[in-house]
Structure formats: structure tokens, C-alpha cells
């Protein structure tokens, strides 16, 4: 307990004693830079999160256009699957209709025509199919990119932003004794 008044008391006496005027101005020109600064970095901080909360909106469109494109991705590939199938089997149609007699032949030609323009019809449209999806695959591909480069820009602010509070925490560390709290 004495300890404690005697410790207050020298404390006391410490800060009731008259410091010079100019060390007192300057003093004062410190702290003012120093608010000055705080305001600053403050604002820079307030910056930096709008530009973050941006960032994270584009991020999350990005991810239901993903899911977007990787639904019709799978959608195009059953239809190519079926379109696939439908080939198959209109060719081993054909097949079957090849192996027919001369005489069936000459009484099938206008339907064999008619299957094989089909069929024609069918690789086309299995080839638009696939040159769709492949366009799709690069532009998801070209997306995922995207988000990987946001997600690296994030990462890299994020970093920033805590190299920034820890400079601001170290640089007030420095002036918790001195009357800073």
C-alpha cells in the first residue's frame, strides 16, 4: 500500500512538473501530425474495405455464373450423349438396311435417304453441340482464371491491410507511455 502512494506520488510529481514552452509546442506539433496521420491511414482503411466488399461481390457472382455454366455444361453433355446414341443407332440402321438384298435396296433408297440426311443432320448438330461446349469450357476456364487472379488480389490486400494495422499498432506502441493510451 505504500508502496502504491509512493509510486503515485513520484508520478505525481513527475507530471506537475513545468516542462519548457518549446518542448511543449513541439510536442504539440507531433501530436497534431500524428492525428494528421491517423486520419489518413483511417481513410486509406475505409478505402481498402469498400474496395474489398466490391471485390467479394464480384467474387460471388462469378461463382453462381460458374454454377450457372457448369449446370449447362452437363446438360450439353447429355445431349451430345443422346445425340451420340441416336447416331449409333441410326448407323447400325443403316448397316442393317446395307446388308438387305439389291432388290430391297432399289424399294428402300428413299427411306435409306431419308435416315442417312438424318444422320447428316445429326453430326451437325453433334458438332455444333461440341464446338458449343468446347466455347463454354474456355470461357468457364477463361472465368476460373478470373476468379483465381480476384482471389490473388484479395490475398495481396489482405496482407496489406494487416501489414497496415500492424504498422499503425506498432507505430501507437511506441506512445503508449507518454500519455497515448
Not at 513545468?18 to 478505402?47: F, G, T
Not at 446395307?98 to 453430326?123: F, G, H, M, P, V
Not at 470461357?139 to 495481396?156: P, T, Y
Amino acid at each position: 500500500m505504500i508502496k502504491k502512494f509512493v509510486v503515485l506520488l513520484a508520478i505525481g510529481t513527475i507530471f506537475s512538473s513545468c516542462v519548457s514552452k518549446k518542448i511543449y509546442e513541439d510536442l504539440e506539433m507531433q501530436y497534431a501530425n500524428l492525428k494528421k496521420e491517423m486520419r489518413a491511414v483511417e481513410d486509406e482503411n475505409d478505402s481498402l474495405k469498400q474496395l474489398q466488399k466490391e471485390c467479394e461481390e464480384e467474387v460471388a457472382k462469378l461463382k453462381d455464373e460458374i454454377a450457372t455454366l457448369q449446370s449447362q455444361k452437363t446438360q450439353l453433355q447429355e445431349d451430345i450423349a443422346n445425340s451420340k446414341e441416336e447416331y449409333k443407332k441410326l448407323q447400325d440402321s443403316f448397316n442393317a438396311l446395307e446388308k438387305n438384298s439389291n432388290s430391297e435396296i432399289a424399294a428402300n433408297s428413299e427411306k435409306n435417304r431419308a435416315l442417312l440426311k438424318q444422320l447428316q443432320d445429326k453430326e451437325a448438330e453433334i458438332k455444333k453441340e461440341s464446338d458449343r461446349l468446347l466455347a463454354l469450357q474456355k470461357e468457364l476456364d477463361s472465368r476460373l482464371k478470373r476468379i483465381d487472379e480476384l482471389e490473388n488480389v484479395l490475398a495481396a490486400k489482405d496482407a496489406n491491410m494487416k501489414a497496415l494495422k500492424d504498422a499503425i499498432s506498432k507505430a501507437l506502441t511506441n506512445f503508449e507511455g507518454k500519455g497515448l493510451t
